[in-house]
């Protein structure tokens, strides 16, 4: 699932040319692609609004709209996004498009269908109310950051997971910042000193700055308007079971944490003493390190197919 690197790379490919342009109807292919309305109320609410900015709220667009409207857009597992003229390549995994007053229109594709938008008027409650903060806003220091950690009891890597702790990040730069800030993904936040938690604030933040100037990790389904990111190609550990650990030289490892596969380094990852007893259970399901290419490179090329079958069928 794109995470907050991938979608703020979509939103500022998106902002110079979707700024000021006029939506004047909405065609809905798959109804359940728009969340709480049914797509006539959608496309009557929709139509005559200029999009005045394009943003993001951690791992959703945000189009703002005129009149105080704005249309949120989460493209879970396979959502895209492309502006193309009105008419063009017909393609069977368009779900949503929106047209456009200057004969374009804005077309939602989502092979998987998990893909949601949604409409909200002024009056409407905040979608984001119990969205955490944006770890890449200067709101987010250090100090905001221990705060927040130290009223929380559960293992890091869960923690690093919620929405309502921390916006945007996902499995992969959950992973890579834990590996970057040496801390075992299963570790407990009340047994961090100070020094562990500044570790990780920074390495949040430095990471997710990367992946931006990169334009997101194109692993799966993710590519953006522009094309597709390149942070796959500098992740430490994320995928790369088997592989050297970038830093010590051994095995990168893998674990089931709450449904999410989570990749470290059991030799720089350390567990503490305390926090082992109640992890016993997920590490003996540890898998064996045996190298495998990063990632399998049959998914590699399937997942690199789909994208130029994507772009490919806008005309790009």
Known sequence: MPELPEVETVARDLRPVITGATIVDATTFWPRTIREVDPEVFSNGVAGRTIEGVGRRGKQLVLDLSGGAFLTIHLKMTGQLFVVRQGG??????????????????RFRD????????LYLPDD??????????????????????????????????????????????????????????????????????????RLWVAIRRILAEAVIRRGSSIDDYTA???????????AVYQRTGQPCPRCGRPIRRIVVGGRATHFCSWDQRLPAIDRPGARAILRGMSTPVRQSPPAERTRRAAATRRAAARASVGG
């Open 89 to 106: 390549h017909e393609d069977p995994y368009v779900r949503l498009a929106l047209a456009l007053a200057d004969g374009r229109e804005i």
């Open 125 to 198: 409650a905040d979608p984001f109310a119990a969205t955490g903060p944006e770890p890449l806003s200067d709101a987010f220091t250090v100090a905001a950051f221990r705060r927040r950690l130290r009223v929380r009891k559960g293992r890091l890597k869960p923690l690093l997971l919620d929405q309502t702790f921390v916006a945007g990040v996902g499995n992969i730069y959950a992973d890579e910042a834990l590996w970057a800030a040496r801390l075992h993904p299963l570790r407990t936040a009340p047994t961090l000193r100070p020094p562990d938690e500044r």
């Open 225 to 235: 308007p522009d094309g597709d990111g390149e942070m796959q190609e500098h992740l």
């Open 111 to 118: 092979i998987r269908k998990f893909g949601r938008i949604g």
